[in-house]
């Protein structure tokens, strides 16, 4: 009973057992220690050049990192979500107190179309219009709502969030400093050839640094952009309108969910200059940059189809939430070298 055969079936019972303690136990933080990784491979390189400006002295260039990451990325980010959940709750007061109306915006789309428009509508099950006004003010509201909602549990589980946040820029700092050696160690540790984990290792830090650098820059310049132009036409709630085109802007064409339907609204109510030069803007400015930026910073770098790049940022957004749009181009990518592997493997052993 006491042979080697039995001892290392014991061992890797134990290893199982401790390794699931151990994440039951990190799981509560999950948000934190996966933000932190994150960053800690898009910043590595940074570091790796502060390195060697500081002339080795790794506290001070972790530390300097840290910092030129709170500037760069997290205070704004931070300040855009607070402005975001304001102009949101914002919103809803005025939707509430009947201050804004889309009921009455859509009205005043039918009240211009022509009359053989209408009764093209009315065919195909749209005629009701009241009910439609209905859905659309309903569903503004429960959007307004959900923001609203938000700014309160946000307020209440501030404690929750400032530990957190600590825990994400303590274990940044440390993984800045101590990433070569940790990921020295993984690689030992897992029983593959060296390399198939180099290959998987560096497939893998790829995806991270082309999913987070293209789907954000994406998605910022086109919210940002968006943003804008409401905000130059005089729409309310600009800055709301621009994170919603953001995060729309993983879907093809999703921007366009927001910005067409304004811009038929001021074509359909005489302003015919705001209408033409947000349709403009929205084709040649917005839509051309995921046209151009997605598959040069994305699609290049991960090597995988535009349409599985989709299909696993909107599968892993689904199952993960906002953690999702990196977590399953990651997936997706170790499928395809994993199985790119086992291809090349069976190939060999043929041979």
């Known amino acids: 009973m006491n042979s080697s055969e039995f001892q290392k079936k014991v061992f890797l019972l134990l290893l199982t057992i401790v390794s699931i303690a151990f994440g039951w136990i990190v799981w509560p933080f999950f948000g934190a220690v996966f933000w932190g990784t994150v960053l800690a491979i898009l910043f590595t390189p940074l570091y790796r050049r502060l390195l060697i400006v500081t002339h080795g002295r790794q506290n001070l260039a972790a530390l300097a990192t840290l910092i030129l990451c709170l500037v760069i990325v997290i205070l704004p980010l931070t300040f855009i ?50 009910a439609l006004q209905d859905k659309i003010s309903a569903g503004v509201m429960e959007g307004s709502k959900f923001i609203a909602t938000q700014a309160f549990t946000i307020g209440q ?30 690689k030992q540790a897992i029983p593959l050839s060296m390399e198939h984990k180099r290959h998987l290792l560096s497939k893998f830090i790829t995806v991270i640094r082309a999913t987070v650098k293209g789907n954000i820059a994406v998605a910022a310049m086109q919210g940002g952009l968006g943003g804008l132009i409401f905000w130059i036409l005089g729409i309310q709630g600009s800055l709301l309108w621009g994170v919603l085109m953001a995060f729309l802007s993983l879907l093809p064409m999703g921007a366009a969910i927001i910005w067409a339907p304004v811009a038929i609204y001021f074509l359909f109510t005489g302003e015919i200059w705001s209408g033409v030069s947000l349709l403009a803007f929205g084709v040649l400015v917005i839509g051309l940059i995921d046209n151009i930026l997605r598959p040069v910073l994305v699609g290049k770098d991960t090597q995988m189809p535009d349409y ?41 052993d043929k041979e």
């Open 81 to 130: 979500t607070a402005s975001l959940v304001q102009e949101g709750v914002s919103l809803y007061q005025k939707l509430q107190s009947g201050e804004l109306h889309f009921g009455t915006y859509f009205q005043q789309i039918i009240n211009a179309l022509p009359g053989w428009m209408v009764e093209l509508l009315d065919r195909f099950g749209f005629g009701n219009i009241s």
């Open 308 to 348: 599985v790049v989709l299909i696993s940022t909107l599968g892993g957004m689904a199952l993960f939430g906002l953690n999702g749009f990196i977590i399953g181009p990651v997936i997706a990518a170790m499928f395809i070298a994993v199985w790119d592997l086992f291809s090349l493997s069976k190939e060999t």
């Open 157 to 186: 589980n501030t404690f929750d969030f400032i530990i957190s946040f600590g825990i994400m820029l303590y274990l940044l700092f440390f993984l800045l400093r101590e990433g070569s050696s940790l990921s020295g160690r993984i």
